[in-house]
């Protein structure tokens, strides 16, 4: 993707969510979150739906399939 990703939607920002905390990588740091309070307030919410779902299913390794479920239940809150 070549969008700048300060410049980015939120809804562009929202595609790649799923695969950048899946990938672990420094979200908080991100150029949109750091400049969106919609979407740090989503990424919050994601971290304690996360949270809650790892210690969940703390003895399987569901990752794939349940950020799957957290993004599609977003998109259906939109
Ligand atoms: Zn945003």
Not at 16 to 30: F, I, K, R, T, W
Not at 40 to 63: G, K, N, S, V, W
Request: hydrophobic letters at 30%.
């Amino acid at each position: 993707m070549s969008t700048d990703p300060k410049n980015m939607s939120c809804e562009e920002f929202h595609a790649q969510l799923s695969d950048l905390v899946g990938s672990g990588a420094d979200v908080e740091n991100h150029p949109h979150i750091k400049d969106c309070d919609i979407c740090r307030q989503l990424y919050d919410e994601l971290q304690t739906i996360a949270d809650a779902a790892r210690q969940m299913f703390a003895d399987q390794q569901p990752e794939d399939s349940l950020w799957e479920r957290i993004e599609s239940a977003i998109k259906k809150e939109d």
